[in-house]
């Protein structure tokens, strides 16, 4: 029985600890009902926990003492890693399969009461994990006011001296960034490539300083000074995140997917060395492209997912990629230089769809990897929704993958999905982010309506000349209801391609500020079974353990 001795920030707890939450949380009750969300603890421990702060419906609070262990726990290999301490990692006091169970747990959890889907889930270690250790190739340090460069406290600004940080990668760590005093610059992040051991940093100015100053005498040039030998680039980051280069080519190379990317230093790539591979394959297997087909990649960043689709679909295919970085397109398009049927977009994903300038309806395949905010309900609409009202002949789409970061952003777009019509096929699940409470899904979505039937798939070459505007004569059947009768649609265009200056660098860790709780453990999927109340979605069957995407 818990025992609540202080309910204010800085009382302690005695706490039986209940099931994980999103976020990198357990919960927890004192008696009467109230939440406590505790970290540093795990399920079926007993803790006494140090209140961080409390809120009208619920309190936050690290446990600072483990009266009864979890068979799972064991020591951090991060003497930082405890309350107080770096907020970088939420689970380092769990094995790494028991991390990947909480994962689990969680992504099940959020399915179940944002989407009503009931889904068993296993997470997958990625190729080359090593426990969960030195595989972080991205790490943006601050730098307090000291001038020690480290990480963030938990919810806090207030930087801790980590010294190496021992799950980032070991390229990061020579880098030497932790352990000197740095001018008055208010963070440096380091960007590396594994398969070529380059390495970059970005220096971003203390507040309030001109945009991008990297002059000599300047703080963003002094750092820059410090990091000769060290970072073969080095970027200063001004007012908007613009991106000036102070030394070096401004890119890495990034190997994946059987070739080098050029990824410019401030442009997304998946931070874990194994995740570009495992999610490019995940994503093929969830599309199965063949040649002639039509595929779109959404948020494509520096053409990743583009690229191997557009391998797959062949010259007598398009696939079309958006991106809202200027710095990523410039990258996807070099990098997709030699496969000109795929053409890349730059603008804000809505927008696009909204003003028709990306061809929803010519499209088969779909790869969506949006941003922690997820894709959003006008982006599921405007993808997923039968033509009802709209000016071209809607989704003829037969398969999507969502790539997401978010389980609860991608709950909530599925259950939107779930709306128009569509059905999860697959779903698996990767550790891209070990010691964190972060995890990559990779969900398989197609359309519910067995009557809808899936375009017949073109011969390569069979429209017409080369390149993208072969697209303009693919048939296809049409749409659930439609009449299935075989017809024409507009070509997708690369012209007048709507511009913007894109949301600058979006792709940046947004951590949720409250924690996300659950109504209890959901039951193992009934196959086939009644549709759950008040979801959209009606069971499907659950996919088998240890397989892959259950289509
Ligand atoms: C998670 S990354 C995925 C990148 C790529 N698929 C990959 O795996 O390397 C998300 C991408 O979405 C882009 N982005 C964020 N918000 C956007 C928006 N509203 N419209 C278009 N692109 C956006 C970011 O620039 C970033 O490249």
């Known amino acids: 029985m818990e025992t609540p001795i202080e309910t204010a920030a800085g009382g302690l707890l005695e706490l039986a600890v209940g099931d994980v939450a999103h976020g990198g949380w357990c919960v927890a009750r004192q008696p009467g009902g109230r939440v406590v969300f505790v970290r540093h603890a795990l399920p079926g421990e007993r803790v006494r926990a140090r209140v961080?702060?409390?809120?009208?419906?619920?309190?936050?609070?690290?446990?600072?003492?483990?009266?009864?262990?979890?068979?799972?726990?064991?020591?951090?290999?991060?003497?930082?890693?405890?309350?107080?301490?770096?907020?970088?990692?939420?689970?380092?006091?769990?094995?790494?399969?028991?991390?990947?169970?909480?994962?689990?747990?969680?992504?099940?959890?959020q399915l179940r009461r944002i989407a009503g889907l009931d889904r068993e889930v296993t997470v997958e270690p990625l190729a080359g994990?090593?426990?969960g250790l030195g595989w972080r190739t991205r790490v943006r340090f601050s730098v307090g006011p000291g001038g020690v460069a480290g990480l963030l406290k938990h919810r806090s600004h207030e930087v801790v001296d980590v010294g190496a940080c021992p799950i980032a990668h070991p390229l990061v760590n020579e880098t030497g960034v932790t352990g000197q005093r740095w001018p008055p610059v208010s963070s440096l992040e380091v960007a590396v490539a594994p398969g070529t051991g380059e390495r970059a940093a970005i220096v971003t100015s203390a507040a309030g300083r001109r945009p991008a100053a990297g002059g000599a005498g300047t703080p963003a040039g002094r750092a820059a000074a410090m990091l000769a030998g060290r970072a073969g680039t080095v970027l200063s980051s001004g007012r908007g995140g613009q991106l000036t280069a102070l030394r070096g080519?401004?890119?890495?190379?990034?190997?994946?997917?059987?070739?080098?990317?050029?990824?410019?230093?401030?442009?997304?790539?998946?931070?874990?060395?194994?995740a570009a591979d495992a999610l490019t394959a995940a994503v093929l297997a969830a599309l199965s492209p063949a040649p002639g087909d039509v595929a779109l990649d959404l948020f494509c960043g520096a053409g990743l997912f583009a690229g191997a689709l557009a391998e797959a679909v062949g010259p007598g295919g398009t696939v079309i990629g958006v991106d809202g970085?200027?710095?990523?397109?410039?990258?996807?398009?070099?990098?997709?230089?030699?496969?000109?049927?795929?053409?890349?977009?730059?603008?804000?994903?809505?927008?696009?769809?909204?003003?028709g300038t990306v061809p929803v309806g010519g499209a088969g395949l779909a790869v969506l990897d949006?941003?922690?905010?997820?894709?959003?309900?006008?982006?599921?609409?405007?993808?997923?929704?039968?033509?009802?009202?709209?000016?071209?002949?809607?989704?003829?789409?037969?398969?999507?993958?969502?790539?997401?970061?978010?389980?609860?952003?991608?709950?909530r777009d599925l259950k939107v999905a779930g709306e128009l019509g569509w059905r999860l096929a697959g779903l698996r699940a990767f550790d891209a982010f070990p010691m964190t409470h972060h995890v990559e899904c990779v969900a398989t979505l197609a359309p519910a309506c067995a009557a809808r039937p899936e375009r017949r798939r073109e011969r390569p070459g069979?429209?017409?000349?080369?390149?993208?505007?072969?697209?303009?004569?693919?048939?296809?059947?049409?749409?659930?209801?439609?009449?299935?009768?075989?017809?024409?649609?507009?070509?997708?265009?690369?012209?007048?391609?709507?511009?913007?200056?894109?949301?600058?660098?979006?792709?940046?860790?947004?951590?949720?500020?409250?924690?996300?709780?659950?109504?209890?453990?959901?039951?193992?999927?009934?196959?086939?079974?009644?549709?759950?109340?008040?979801?959209?979605?009606?069971?499907?069957?659950?996919?088998?353990?240890?397989?892959?995407?259950?289509?």
């Open 462 to 551: 069979a429209s017409g000349a080369a390149g993208p505007r072969r697209a303009a004569g693919w048939s296809r059947m049409g749409a659930c209801n439609s009449g299935s009768s075989p017809s024409r649609s507009r070509a997708p265009t690369t012209a007048g391609c709507w511009r913007s200056r894109g949301p600058p660098r979006t792709w940046a860790s947004t951590r949720s500020s409250a924690p996300t709780t659950t109504s209890g453990s959901a039951a193992a999927a009934a196959c086939p079974g009644p549709p759950i109340p008040g979801s959209p979605w009606p069971r499907w069957p659950a996919r088998r353990r240890g397989s892959g995407s259950a289509r």
């Open 325 to 355: 970085d200027r710095g990523a397109v410039r990258d996807a398009r070099h990098n997709l230089r030699r496969l000109p049927w795929a053409r890349i977009h730059h603008g804000d994903v809505a927008a696009m769809l909204a003003a």
């Open 249 to 274: 080519r401004g890119y890495l190379h990034q190997r994946a997917a059987g070739r080098a990317w050029r990824v410019g230093a401030g442009t997304f790539w998946q931070v874990h060395p194994g």
């Open 129 to 131: 994990d090593s426990g």
């Open 52 to 109: 961080t702060d409390t809120t009208a419906r619920f309190a936050r609070a690290d446990a600072v003492e483990i009266l009864q262990a979890s068979p799972d726990r064991v020591e951090p290999p991060c003497p930082q890693a405890r309350p107080g301490g770096c907020g970088g990692c939420d689970w380092q006091h769990a094995a790494p399969e028991a991390q990947r169970r909480l994962k689990a747990e969680v992504i099940r959890q």
């Open 370 to 411: 949006p941003p922690r905010a997820g894709a959003g309900r006008a982006v599921i609409e405007r993808l997923l929704a039968p033509a009802a009202g709209r000016g071209d002949r809607g989704s003829a789409l037969r398969r999507v993958a969502y790539v997401s970061c978010d389980p609860a952003t991608l709950a």
